[in-house]
């Protein structure tokens, strides 16, 4: 027979041991596992992602920042709370307390930011455009930043959807688009949105949340596609969205459109492709265009890339051109946004982020001044804190702020009265 005091008091030991171990991991290794990875996060808040793959940090690190801030918080107040000798106690305390100021960077800069965009748009388009309403009974954001929406993510009401419907067959590509449209049938405002992917990859799918939530504002929302480098090289995309616009010019009543109030939208690639179409020739008047991050000057993005540069920004520009400005300078001054100005051209909103180390707001700013010196009405949204693509969170600190003042813009412009 077995003797059961060993084994009672071997049970006791390990017991002792496990509760040891777990009141260890309690004390020490929750505050010191959360300050860690509230810092790490943290940190891309005001580091630029070197490399594609760490990108998204960057990009999502200042538009989750409330949440970093609360994580960072918490980690502060469990190390103060279980505050001990030994260096990993300071090393905790230390981590905690640089992510929260870290974290609260983009909430520290949000009011400056925020009066200088509202001015902006009052100096540009008047004080109307603040209070312009949408075309349908809905409501606009009330405030550029709501906390709650940070954590429960912003409200889209339900809207009707279409998706890949064709409209063109291009060398054996079919361009289809998505459509999008409020619950009340009748003619409708448009917003006809391009989307981004360094002219390579995407589908109007991308940022449907935004799609969707337009369309519950009272517009008709047309999501495109283009043909892709560096299979098709420019001017291919260019010509794709032109004969997206003669489909939607064709097929307005179909599609629940106002041909006579119809606004571009474009993301990075998509803005650089919407800002061409508006500021070119089109089938019918375009009322507005809208400028996410897009490329303005090509030939000066070629020779003066970010730095860091996370695409490889020469190398994205080859492929959509043929080649460097050296061999196909003609196709880059072409391609260049900033060389289709002229006067009398629709009103632009440009947003970029202060960040941005895919396209450098510089640029961007290029256009702006050189569209104001041509008489146009532009306004200049820079968001400090942000990177590129920020707006892929559509909660998010710098989405929020975007969005306000974008849904009053395109409110303003797409007025049933001319508003300028």
Not at 131 to 156: C, E, H, K, N, Y
Request: proline share 9%; net charge neutral.
């Amino acid at each position: 027979m077995d003797n059961p005091p060993n084994r009672s008091r071997s049970g006791i030991g390990r017991r002792r041991s496990l509760t040891l171990a777990g009141g260890f991991l309690l004390t020490v290794g929750v505050p010191w596992l959360l300050s860690l990875v509230g810092f790490f996060l943290s940190l891309w808040i005001v580091v630029p992602a070197p490399t594609f793959s760490l990108l998204p940090l960057g990009v999502g690190a200042p538009e989750v920042s409330p949440w970093l801030l609360a994580v960072n918080a918490i980690a502060l107040l469990l190390v103060l709370l279980r505050l001990q000798s030994g260096w990993w106690f300071g090393v905790a305390l230390v981590c905690s307390v640089l992510g929260f100021i870290l974290s609260a960077f983009p909430l520290m800069q949000f009011p400056a930011a925020n009066a200088r965009i509202a001015q902006e748009m009052e100096a540009r388009l008047g004080k109307a455009s603040l209070t312009a309403t949408p075309p349908i009974a809905q409501s606009l954001r009330s405030r550029p930043f709501v906390w709650s929406d940070s954590f429960r993510g912003i409200a889209v009401p339900p809207v009707r959807i279409d998706r890949a419907i064709p409209f063109a067959q291009v060398e054996g590509v079919t361009l289809t688009l998505n459509l999008y449209r409020p619950l009340a049938v009748g003619l409708h405002p448009a917003i006809a949105v391009i989307y981004g992917g360094a002219w390579q990859n995407g589908t109007p799918a991308n940022d449907e949340l935004f799609s969707r939530y337009m369309a519950a504002q009272g517009y008709t929302v047309v999501a495109l596609d283009y043909r892709h480098a560096p299979q098709f090289r420019f001017p291919a995309q260019l010509q794709d969205i032109q004969t997206a616009l003669v489909f939607i010019q064709e097929q307005a009543e179909a599609l629940e459109i106002d041909r006579q109030r119809v606004a571009l939208m474009g993301r990075s690639a998509g803005g650089h492709l919407a800002s061409l179409a508006a500021y070119g020739e089109s089938p019918f008047p375009i009322r507005a265009v809208v400028n996410y991050y897009g490329p303005t000057n090509l030939i000066e993005g070629y020779n003066n890339p970010p730095v860091p540069d996370p695409i490889d920004s020469r190398a994205v520009l080859e492929a959509f051109l043929g080649g460097s400005p050296n061999q196909v300078e003609n196709l880059y001054q072409q391609a260049s946004p900033i060389n289709a100005v002229q006067p009398n051209l629709p009103p632009s909103l440009l947003v970029y982020g202060g960040r941005d180390h895919v396209v450098q707001p510089k640029f961007g700013r290029q256009l702006y001044d050189k569209l104001k010196a041509a008489g146009n009405r532009a306004v200049w949204v820079e968001i400090p804190w942000a990177e590129h693509a920020f707006d892929a969170v559509f909660s998010g600190v710098s989405n929020q702020l975007a969005l306000y003042y974008t849904e009053r813009f395109l409110a303003w412009a797409l007025q049933e009265q001319f508003p300028f």
